[in-house]
C-alpha cells in the first residue's frame, strides 16, 4: 500500500515501543508499536494537487533486521487519539502571536522473535513543512522516524525511552526560551541527550512513503551555518543539556527542524540499548511591535434609537494582554483588557472629549484622544407614489430627528442624477425616461454633523407599444393587425376593424387610414402607436421606368411597390447581354445602381418579376429600366 500525497502539513514525529507480552509458545515478545506525528493544525492546501491537509489513517511501518533484511509485510499504524497543543503569546508589550499543533498517536501489536542484532522498527514519509530556514527543499524533503530493539546479547524485552512531553510554545526572535525536552524510560534506564542530525527518507522520489532498510544516515540538507548540532543558530546558540533542557536566543524569525537524540544505557551493564531521536518544527515568531492607541477622531452617534449609549471600536496595535483606560470626558472611566466594543452610557445629549490609554502602567503604553457628538434619534425614509415611465414619480421623506433638525436632503436616482434640498422642503418628483428597477437614496444632513442615507429600489414599468408597419394592400384584401406591447388595447378610429379592444383585430376596409393605437399595462401605464393603411388598384406590382442613383436622396434605388402580393419568388435585372446583375426578393431595398461594388454604366436594362398575389393566382411581370446619372 503507497500513500501517493504530500502530507507538508506534518513537522515532526518520533516511533517507540512497549514491549507488552510474550506469545503462547514462549517463542516470541509482544511489542505495541506507536508512532506520534506532529501537525501544523493552521495548515491549509488551498489548490496544490496532492496534497492533504489533514493526519493519514492509517500509515504505514516497516521492521527488518539490523542487517537490513525486511521480516514482514508492513505494518499499518491506526490512530488511536489526536491532542491539540496551543500556546499564545501573553505579553502587553509584544505583538499577539499563537502556535496551534496537534499531535496523533498512531498505534499496532507485532511480535517478534528475539535475534541476536535486534530489529528496526521505521516509518518513512514525505514531506517536512513549507519554506523551512534551516533545510533546503524542504517541501520535498522526506523523514525517517525509527527506533531500536536490543536483540539476544542484550534485552530484546526491553521498552524503549521516548518523549512524553507534548507542547506548543511561541517563540520570539531576540528573547531567550526554555523548552523541556526531557525523555521517559518506563525501565528507569540512564539517559543522554544531544542534538542530532534530522533523518530524511533516503529516496530520490519523495511523493510515496519509501521502504529504505537500516542503518539510517541519510540526513537532511542542512542550509549553512545549520547543521544538526547547530540547527537554528542564536546568541547564545541553542544547546540542550544532561536533563533534557533546550535553551536559546535565536536571532532570526523563521521555522527551524530540531532533532534531539537520547540516548538509552542499562544502568547495570552500561551497555547502550539504543538511540531515540525525535524531530519537531520550531517557529521563531517576529514579536516586536509598536504599542499604538486607536479608535476614531470623531464618533458621532446618529443612530434611530434615542438611546444615548455610545460604542467604542478599538483599532489599537497591542499585546495579547495589554489593558486600556477609557476616560469617557463626563466625569467616568474605566478600564479593560479587551479590545471588542465598549459600550458606554451617557447622562445626557452633547459633545464629549474622550481619551484611551493603552497599558497605562508600562512604559509601551500610547494614548490618543477623540470627540464624541452624542446627538442621535435620527430616522431616515421615505414612500414613493407612481411607477410609469416619464410620469412624475412623487418621493416624500418621511425621516425625524428627535436631538436635532434636518438642514437639506440629497435625493439620488441613479448614477450622476442627484437632487439637493435645502430647507424644510420634504417632497420631491423625479421623471424616469426608461422602464427599470432604479436605486434611490435619500441622505439627510442635520445640524449635528449628522448624515444617514437610507435606499430603495424603484420599479419603474414601461410600455413599449406597436402597431405593426406601415402596409400598402390592395382593395378588397384583409389584414390581421399586429398590436404588441402591453395587456390593454384600443383602436382609434374602429373603422373597418372587426374588434377596436384586442391587440389583432382584422381588417376589412378600401379606404385610406391611418390608426392610433393605445396599449395599456396592468399597472396603468400607457403609451401610444400609428399605422397607416394605403389601398390601391389590385394586385398589381408598380415599378418606375427610371431611377437616378446619384446619391441625392431622390429616386437612388430601383424597387417596385407590391400592392395585394403576399409571396415573392423573384426580382431579377439583366444588362443588354443577358448577364443578370441583381437579384433580390426584397422589394424594400431595390438594386442600387451598382454591379459587383462598381457603378453601373447608364444604360437600359431589362427586369423580370415573379409573385403570387393575396388570391393564390401567380403573377409574372417583365419591362425595362433606364438608369440615369
Known sequence: MYLHTAAYH??????????????????????????????????????????????????????????????MSSVYLYISKVIPLTDTLKNP?????????????????????????GYYVASQRCCRGEKLANIYDSEHEGSTYYTVIPGTESRPNNNSAYFDKDSAIVICNKLPFKINYAAYDEDGDSLTYQLCNALTDGTVNNETNSTTPPP?????????????????????????????????TPDRAGKFVITVCVNEYDRVTKRLLGTHSKDILLTVFDCTTKIVAGFPAVLSNCAESPELQVAFP??????????????????TDTVTDTKTIFFHQYPDT??????????????????????????????????????CKEDPISFNDTSSYRYGHITSRTWEFGIADSVLVTGDERSIQHRFHKGNVYTVSLTLHTDKQCEKTVTQNVRIYEVIPFAGNDTILAKGQTLVMQGSGG??????????????????????????????????????????????????????????????????????????????????????????????????????????????????????????????????????KKGTVTLIR
Not at 438594386?591 to 398575389?613: C, E, F, H, R
Request: aromatic share 14%; glycine share 10%; with cysteine.
Open 350 to 387: 452633547g459633545v464629549y472629549q474622550v481619551k484611551l490609554v493603552v497599558n497605562p502602567a508600562l512604559t509601551c503604553r500610547d494614548s490618543t484622544t477623540g470627540e464624541v457628538r452624542n446627538y442621535p434619534g435620527l430616522r431616515a425614509g421615505f414612500t414613493t407614489a407612481g411607477v
Open 10 to 71: 506534518i513537522i515532526g514525529g518520533e516511533i517507540y515501543y512497549k514491549t507488552v507480552g510474550i506469545s503462547g509458545d514462549n517463542s516470541r515478545y509482544r511489542y505495541l508499536i506507536t508512532l506520534k506525528l506532529y501537525r501544523d493544525a493552521d495548515f491549509t492546501c488551498g489548490d496544490r494537487q496532492g496534497c492533504i491537509d489533514r493526519f493519514e489513517n492509517p500509515v504505514v511501518a516497516n521492521v527488518y533486521t539490523a542487517n537490513g533484511e525486511r521480516v
Open 487 to 620: 395587456d390593454i388595447y384600443s383602436w382609434q378610429p374602429s373603422d373597418g376593424l372587426s374588434d377596436p379592444g384586442t391587440a389583432h383585430p382584422l381588417l376589412n376596409y378600401n379606404k385610406d387610414i391611418t390608426y392610433v393605437l393605445r396599449v395599456s399595462s396592468l399597472q396603468g401605464c400607457t403609451g401610444y402607436d400609428t399605422i397607416s393603411v394605403k389601398y390601391y388598384t389590385g394586385p398589381e406590382m408598380y415599378i418606375p421606368n427610371a431611377f437616378t442613383p446619384n446619391g441625392d436622396g431622390i429616386n437612388d434605388r430601383f424597387r417596385f411597390i407590391p400592392v395585394g402580393i403576399v409571396h415573392y419568388k423573384f426580382f431579377r435585372i439583366f444588362n443588354r447581354w443577358g448577364q443578370e446583375i441583381y437579384s433580390s426578393t426584397d422589394f424594400r431595398s431595390g438594386w442600387d445602381g451598382t454591379y459587383k461594388g462598381m457603378p453601373a454604366s447608364v444604360d437600359t436594362y431589362l427586369w423580370i418579376l415573379q409573385g403570387t398575389d393575396f388570391n393564390g393566382r401567380e403573377i409574372l
Open 216 to 248: 539510517y544516515n541519510s540526513t537532511v540538507r542542512y542550509i549553512p551555518p545549520y547543521s544538526g548540532a547547530n540547527p537554528m543558530g542564536g546568541s547564545p546558540a541553542i544547546s540542550i543539556d544532561n536533563r533534557g533542557m533546550i535553551t536559546c
Open 314 to 331: 478599538n483599532y489599537s496595535e497591542a499585546g495579547y494582554t495589554s489593558t486600556y483606560h477609557w476616560t469617557f470626558g463626563d466625569g
Open 93 to 117: 508589550c509584544l505583538a499577539p502571536q499563537a502556535q496551534h499543533l496537534e499531535v496523533a498517536f498512531y498505534t499496532a501489536s507485532i511480535e517478534l522473535a528475539p535475534i541476536p542484532g
